[in-house]
């Protein structure tokens, strides 16, 4: 488990002093895929390298499995950091080094033989699909075929713990999906917990379990995915899920407007087409943002009424009798 208590990191410049986190609490679960999301400049990436003490955090503490990273060691902490495997937006591969040889080089820092170590990188290579690939360079593989291979080094040294800082953000959207599904199945089959940096709500929606919102170095809001993408209770939260530029074209719209909830409806359950064929009222889908977990459908759907204050009423009334999660939009459509 990794426990962040009161935790709070401050840039000093020549001029002044600039907050990156400011009483940040946060829990994550063992076993558990965690998304830490936020915008550029919101301290997502500072926060993600004080787990580790990559940063050192100006006040608070970092307590992983029961222990306070600040007071061990030197020795105590290059220890801790073998079972914290990171992943990086760049890749962070060593050009000179083939795809072997950077997997073994983790294992090689920690003394392992360059027999054990090689056996080990031929394992970790056919886990991530790359088996193919171990006597290329950096340089002749495509960005998805580099992350595989920073994902297999991040496991070289058999960690309890990944730690992604926007290890999607360089890659196109077909790759994004087969690397969040990798991380998925390594947190699966090996139970590592898998802690995810992004600023992508897409991608936190795709693989975690919970999710934190940090704003201008604050955690804005935090819980289960599916509470925070249905009912965002913080500004951020909101902007998020429905971006500035689509709240201005549904304002732009005008016209009473309905944001449906769909937080738990079974997959094939046809909600819009009951209301609109048992009311006999048309609505215009202005937005939508559902996702089919299992066999149950979450999200959210934004729908334009009638201008006619009868037809709307008709709308309404069917959703005040049926067991629809339902609210009117006002000035934010979210």
């Known amino acids: ?43 997502k990436s500072t926060l993600v390298r004080c787990i580790n003490l990559l940063e050192r955090p100006t006040s608070g503490e970092v307590i992983i499995d029961g222990r306070s990273v600040g007071d061990l060691t030197e020795k105590e902490l290059l220890k801790l950091r073998q079972s914290i ?32 170590a090689r056996e080990r ?10 088996t193919e690939r171990a006597t290329s360079y950096p340089s002749q593989l495509s960005g ?22 926007e290890a999607t953000s360089a890659l196109d959207p077909t790759t994004t999906r087969s690397i969040l599904e990798l991380l998925k199945d390594i947190n699966r089959d090996l139970g590592v917990t898998v802690v995810v940096i992004t600023h992508e709500m897409k991608v936190i929606d795709q693989i975690c379990d919970r999710v934190a919102i940090i704003d201008k170095s604050n955690i804005a809001e935090e819980g289960k995915v599916s509470d925070v993408f249905t009912n965002p209770q913080s500004a951020i939260g909101r902007e998020l899920i429905l971006p500035s530029d689509r709240t201005d074209a549904l304002e732009a719209l005008g016209g009473e407007k309905i944001r449906i909830i769909f937080d738990g409806q079974e997959a094939g359950e046809p909600v819009i087409a009951k209301m609109v064929l048992e009311s006999q009222v048309p609505v215009s889908i202005i ?28 709308i309404k009334a069917w959703l005040e009798q049926s067991t629809v999660d339902w609210r009117v939009e006002k000035e934010e459509v979210v």
């Open 85 to 116: 495997g990171m992943i990086f937006q760049d890749f962070a591969l060593l050009e000179q080094r083939n795809v072997l040889d950077n997997v073994c080089f983790p294992m090689e820092i920690a003394g392992k033989s360059k027999a054990k």
């Open 144 to 165: 998805g075929q580099k992350q595989r291979v920073a994902i297999a080094r991040a496991l070289a040294m058999d960690p309890k713990y990944i730690l992604c800082d």
């Open 121 to 130: 990188a031929q394992e970790l290579l056919a886990r991530v699909g790359l």
């Open 287 to 314: 937005y939508a943002d559902t996702r089919e977990v299992g066999d149950v459908t979450y999200g959210h759907m934004v729908v334009g009424l009638p201008k006619d204050p009868r037809q709307a009423a008709r």
């Open 1 to 43: 488990m990794i426990e962040l208590r009161h935790l709070s990191k401050t840039f000093r410049t020549k001029d002044k002093e600039i907050t990156a986190l400011d009483d940040i609490n946060l829990t994550i679960n063992d076993g558990e895929i965690f998304g830490i999301i936020g915008l550029s400049g919101a301290g």
